[in-house]
């Protein structure tokens, strides 16, 4: 019985949910458009989240899609580094070729799931902040360009991190 409320409470402290306000680090993932790029800069000059160029220092990553690509391209991201990975010891011939077969096992991989790797069917106008550790959204809003201009890309990222800020320090009744 006691094994078991251990077990119980372990696991509850594993599955606690992710919140907005644990954000501090996001990764900002490539979205249709360019809109991650003026994401970025809004999210950068009102000092909302620190960005982060490399995921795996992230707490979070904005994207436009969600689902089994979104899961293969955190795999994909999250993975060790290459210099983290042990190498198999050897001469140099064996960790050219090691090398050299890894990356043309990359480019298959890549070549073989191109849906995972690409913008079309991405939801258009919705943008999803989910934690890097959970894999849970934590936050989401709908903010649909009316087209691809500068102006209105920048005018839709300032109304989504005018959305985050809000939601952020709600105020209180």
């Not at 990553?61 to 010891?89: I, N």
């Not at 690409?118 to 649909?144: C, E, H, M, N, P």
Request: charged share 30%; glycine share 4%.
């Amino acid at each position: 019985m006691m094994k078991r409320l251990l077990l119980l409470l372990a696991s509850g402290g594993v599955m606690m949910c992710a919140d907005l306000a644990d954000v501090r680090s996001l990764y900002v993932l490539p979205m249709s458009h360019g809109l991650d790029q003026y994401l970025a800069n809004r999210l950068t000059n009102d000092h909302v989240f620190k960005i982060v160029t490399d995921a795996r220092l992230a707490d979070a990553v904005l994207t436009d899609h969600v689902g089994t690509s979104l899961q293969a391209k955190l795999e994909d991201l999250l993975q060790l580094a290459p210099a983290d990975k042990p190498v198999a010891k050897g001469d140099e011939k064996d960790k050219e070729a090691l090398s050299a077969g890894s990356s043309l096992a990359e480019s298959i991989s890549q070549t073989s799931r191109p849906a995972e790797s690409s913008s079309i069917g991405r939801s258009k106008g919705t943008v999803f902040l989910v934690d890097t550790k959970s894999r849970q959204v934590v936050w989401s809003a709908y903010d649909l360009p009316k087209d691809s201009s500068s102006k209105e890309l920048d005018r839709t990222a300032s109304d989504i991190v005018s959305r985050i800020k809000r939601d952020l320090n709600p105020k209180k009744k």
